[in-house]
């Protein structure tokens, strides 16, 4: 198995892994942030069907351009704020899963030459197909990292 193959399963694999692991955050504390600023396991989970969208822009730009200039994606001021906490939580993790599922069949049909294009992302020194999809595997499980805190979380003072 070469390391696309392990992106690819990583990624493909994320929602039997994560979607359980929202299931089991009790209702009391589904929506409550641990301090102010910081996301609530409802807000995580909700954050990953948000992301989708934006990564198939950018594989259709590299995939179309030479070097393309990438933006930095941030959370918006409305999602830093809250915003998510009113996202039906069922529907996001619908969606997380069908546009994950759509995303794989996607990487499975691209070839080496494009798992090997590059952009220019204005935070990173080097960025290509196939670091973002390494860097979204990651960023799966970073928010389940921080969804199981917050399931395990015994001082909510």
């Known amino acids: 198995m070469n390391d696309v193959d392990v992106v690819v399963s990583s990624l ?6 994560i979607i359980p692991l929202v299931r089991e ?20 989970a909700c954050h990953l069907a948000t992301v989708h969208p934006v990564l198939s822009a950018r594989l259709d730009l590299m995939l179309s351009e030479q070097r393309p200039r990438i933006v930095s994606y941030q959370p918006s001021a409305d999602e830093e704020c809250g915003a998510s906490l009113e996202v039906n939580l069922e529907e996001a ?14 990487l499975r049909g691209l070839s080496a030459e494009d798992w090997q294009r590059t952009a220019d992302h204005e935070e990173y020194a080097q960025y290509s ?29």
């Open 93 to 106: 993790m619908e969606r997380f899963s069908t546009d994950r599922q759509r995303l794989v069949q996607r």
């Open 25 to 44: 955050v009790p209702q009391a504390i589904l929506k409550r942030r641990p301090k102010p600023g910081k996301w609530s396991a409802h807000e995580h």
């Open 12 to 17: 493909e694999r994320a929602p039997a892994l």
């Open 129 to 157: 197909v196939f670091i973002m999809f390494r860097h979204l595997a990651m960023h799966d499980m970073l928010h389940a990292y921080r969804i199981e805190e917050l399931l395990l979380k015994n001082d909510w003072t």
